[in-house]
């Protein structure tokens, strides 16, 4: 069996709309989903991850194949093509009232609601295959009170936002993350430098790489960084010793932080923390801590053996890679996000393409065109999302001053 949704924790619910949303479940709390009803969420609890939900018109919830089965398909007829089918509205012989009399028919479930709206539809014969799973899509929009539920990963974070606010992740699509982490070889016990502008999607998305031995440095230019989504993902920050948060200047400045540095390395002793009242006590221990994490951001600094640095962000970005190549390991990735192409150029022509200690430089775009399918055949979407942005990459090299001379 897989993972089980405990209390308190937060999940992605898949609706019948196509919309997503993020509920936390809490035993005795109910959890509203606008017109597909709600639902108290003890009836989930201690569940497996994956199963999909029928609410009935009392709260509660019924275990059911999939979330847009309706009708079974081997019963259909279907048309070649669309040649004998008119745009006629009389087709529908059920009308409005009738359809709202039975949503209100407390008998009834929406997967009957639309097999009884699908045997009135005169034409529904004369569509074509493709034509038909899309009008059943859209009265299951309407009618099925369903939803699934989905532990909470970079893949599903992605969907959220996509559909929320793409604009908030800079158009980044799931199969360009991919890529990214692809190039940038991210894997198991690996240390990575990271700037991330897209709400944490790349630290997300490396840290289900990474296990348990490796560890990320994260780069933010504010006094603090936005780790909501790794809450999300029920990731606890303050045990987790993988991710390490610092500010740009603190990165490249630790000169200025002397303090912070000789704090770490002479801890308050034990006589003296006891003479301070709790939250003295607890506010000293809680700065060497962070004087401690500190010390150790600054030890993989200097040391300049990151695996990878990875860059998202809407900052100048020839500016950040110029500071951050020393930091990067020879022979390893510098992989770069933005959703237009012209830093990317620039960046190329100004940085990489001069500087001898960036080589193999390319900048690559990809995209993912959505398929539909019936059984037996499929075609693709006539309309596509924009997003996907580009990716430029390169590896870090150390030059070697050499006296060339030609043969005599």
């Known amino acids: 069996m897989g993972a089980i949704i405990k209390p308190d924790a937060h999940l992605i619910l898949y609706l019948p709309s196509g919309n997503h949303k993020i509920v936390k479940v809490s035993p005795g709390?109910?959890?509203?989903?606008?017109?597909?009803?709600?639902?108290?969420?003890?009836?989930?609890?201690?569940?497996?991850?994956?199963?999909?939900?029928?609410?009935?018109?009392?709260?509660?919830?019924?275990?059911?194949?999939?979330?847009?089965?309706?009708?079974?398909?081997?019963?259909?007829?279907?048309?070649?093509?669309?040649?004998?089918?008119v745009d006629?509205?009389?087709?529908?012989?059920?009308?409005?009232?009738?359809?709202e009399t039975l949503k209100k028919d407390k008998q009834l479930t929406g997967q009957e609601i639309v097999a009884k709206v699908i045997e009135s539809h005169s034409a529904f014969n004369k569509k074509t295959a493709f034509s038909q799973e899309k009008y059943i899509q859209r009265k299951a929009q309407k009618f099925l009170k369903r939803f699934r539920t989905q532990s909470i990963g970079s893949n599903e974070l992605m969907e959220y936002y996509n559909?929320?606010?793409?604009?908030?992740?800079?158009?980044?699509?799931?199969?360009?993350?991919?890529?990214?982490?692809?190039?940038?070889?991210?894997?198991?016990?690996?240390?990575?430098?990271?700037?991330?502008?897209?709400?944490?999607?790349?630290?997300?998305?490396?840290?289900?790489?990474?296990?348990?031995?490796g560890q990320l440095v994260l780069l933010h230019e504010n006094e603090m960084v936005n780790l909501e989504p790794l809450q999300l993902m029920g990731i606890d920050l303050v045990s987790d010793p993988r991710v390490k948060p610092v500010s740009f200047l603190k990165f490249l400045h630790p000169?200025?932080?002397?303090?912070?540095?000789?704090?770490?390395?002479?801890?308050?002793?034990?006589?003296?923390?006891?003479?301070?009242?709790?939250?003295?006590?607890?506010?000293?221990?809680?700065?060497?801590?962070?004087?401690?994490?500190?010390?150790?951001?600054?030890?993989?600094?200097?040391?300049?053996?990151f695996d990878a640095l990875l860059i998202a962000t809407t900052l100048q970005v020839s500016g950040l890679v110029q500071a951050?190549?020393?930091?990067?390991?020879?022979?390893?990735?510098?992989?770069?996000?933005?959703?237009?192409?012209?830093?990317?150029?620039?960046?190329?022509?100004?940085?990489?393409?001069?500087?001898?200690r960036l080589i193999a430089t390319q900048i690559l775009e990809s995209a993912v065109r959505?398929?539909?399918?019936?059984?037996?055949?499929?075609?693709?979407?006539?309309?596509?999302?924009?997003?996907?942005?580009?990716?430029?990459?390169?590896?870090?090299?150390?030059?070697?001053?050499?006296?060339?001379?030609?043969r005599r």
């Open 163 to 213: 559909a929320k606010d793409p604009a908030r992740i800079m158009d980044l699509r799931m199969e360009t993350l991919g890529l990214m982490l692809s190039l940038a070889n991210v894997q198991p016990g690996g240390t990575y430098l990271i700037v991330d502008g897209v709400s944490s999607l790349v630290v997300c998305a490396v840290l289900e790489r990474l296990g348990p031995e």
């Open 370 to 406: 959505p398929y539909q399918s019936v059984p037996g055949r499929f075609h693709p979407h006539m309309s596509l999302e924009r997003g996907g942005g580009y990716i430029l990459h390169c590896l870090r090299a150390y030059p070697t001053a050499v006296q060339a001379q030609g």
């Open 255 to 305: 000169e200025e932080f002397r303090a912070e540095l000789e704090f770490a390395t002479a801890p308050p002793p034990q006589e003296q923390l006891d003479q301070l009242k709790t939250s003295q006590r607890n506010r000293t221990l809680r700065r060497y801590r962070k004087a401690v994490q500190y010390k150790n951001i600054v030890d993989l600094r200097n040391s300049h053996s």
């Open 29 to 85: 709390r109910k959890v509203p989903l606008g017109k597909f009803g709600s639902f108290d969420a003890d009836q989930i609890l201690g569940h497996p991850f994956g199963l999909t939900y029928e609410i009935d018109n009392q709260g509660c919830l019924t275990v059911v194949d999939s979330l847009d089965s309706v009708v079974d398909e081997a019963t259909w007829t279907d048309s070649e093509d669309n040649r004998m089918l």
């Open 324 to 356: 951050l190549i020393p930091f990067v390991h020879g022979s390893r990735s510098i992989v770069v996000y933005h959703p237009c192409k012209e830093p990317l150029v620039d960046l190329e022509e100004n940085i990489t393409r001069p500087d001898n």
């Open 88 to 99: 006629d509205p009389d087709s529908q012989k059920m009308t409005m009232d009738e359809i």
